[in-house]
């Protein structure tokens, strides 16, 4: 059997011997939303380090455990920590979690993160609905033997970012009065911020927010046909954009400044696309 495959179901058999838990939607949690646990009726959560063989995240703030449970009576999976590529795990580890979610019956993928925004229009505390992404920077999460199993070799991936859950987005944020930017992401390997004429490619390549994450999830999400959306939080301008050099506190402290509005988002988000499923 394909390795990654092997893994993925060894992981899978680990959670089912504990957990039979069956969520509609996966959501994963980026930063500002790292206690977003705490809106959810929870109904068992389940430590990455008690599952045999899962990658298991190193970064400051994220808790990395599984929480499965019911937002407004909806069920979700939700992933509090994410697993990055910098970390120096390869691109098959970064998504297995993914992959777990819709195996554990999540038909839909929300991804949130916090990113810089790149854009002029953009400020800091802006949330972006991600339309699109490049993610030529990092590996894909399918390269290596095609997983038959998942999905097809050569996927699709003309509508990755689905314009119905794109509408629904859309409509929540005017519903609630919330303002919400749309634009492309760029994923690039982090862990450095970007240097001023990064930050200028970038733009020139069509991205509208640059962040360490998401876009490689989007794809293995896509390539087994989930339904995906994602809704990023602009922390910061790209570096060069303004006068003052960027750090991970400013990210954080923007993060958390803007965390309630954006838990409200989410929320009646997962609850308005549920209603559409
Ligand atoms: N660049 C990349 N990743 C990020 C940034 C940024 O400016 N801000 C938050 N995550």
């Excluded at 777990?100 to 790149?118: D, E, H, I, R, Y």
């Amino acid at each position: 059997m394909n390795p990654v495959y092997e893994k993925l179901m060894r992981c899978y058999n680990s959670v089912r011997e504990k957990i039979d838990f069956q969520p509609e939607i996966a959501l994963v949690l980026g930063s500002g939303l790292g206690d977003y646990g705490e809106t959810i009726d929870v109904v068992a959560t389940l430590d990455y380090n008690e599952i045999e063989g899962f990658p298991v995240s190193t970064v400051d703030g994220h808790k990395g455990r599984f929480i499965f449970g019911y937002v407004k009576g909806v069920s979700v999976v939700c992933m509090q920590g994410r697993v990055h590529y910098y970390e120096g795990y390869p691109m098959t580890d970064v998504v297995l979690p993914t992959r777990l979610m819709k195996l554990l019956g999540a038909k839909v993928l929300f991804l949130t993160n916090a990113s810089g925004g790149l854009n002029y229009e953009f400020s800091a505390g802006d949330f972006m609905m991600i339309t699109d992404h490049i993610m030529n920077f990092v590996p894909s999460p399918l390269i290596g033997q095609n997983i038959d199993e998942l999905g097809t070799r050569f996927p699709d991936m003309s509508d990755i970012y689905k314009k119905d859950l794109q509408e629904i987005i859309r409509k929540t944020a005017k519903d609630l009065q919330i303002k919400l930017q749309e634009g492309v992401y760029i994923q690039l390997t982090g862990p450095n911020f970007e240097t001023p004429t990064e930050v200028k490619m970038c733009r020139i390549l069509g991205a509208d927010a640059a962040g360490m994450s998401t876009a490689a999830e989007a794809v293995a999400a896509n390539h087994m046909g989930m339904k995906v959306c994602g809704i990023s939080c602009i922390t910061n301008l790209g570096c060069g954009m303004l006068e003052q050099p960027l750090s991970h506190i400013e990210v954080k402290e923007t993060a958390d400044r803007v965390a309630d509005e954006f838990k409200a988002l989410v929320t009646q988000c997962i609850v308005n696309i549920h209603q559409a499923m």
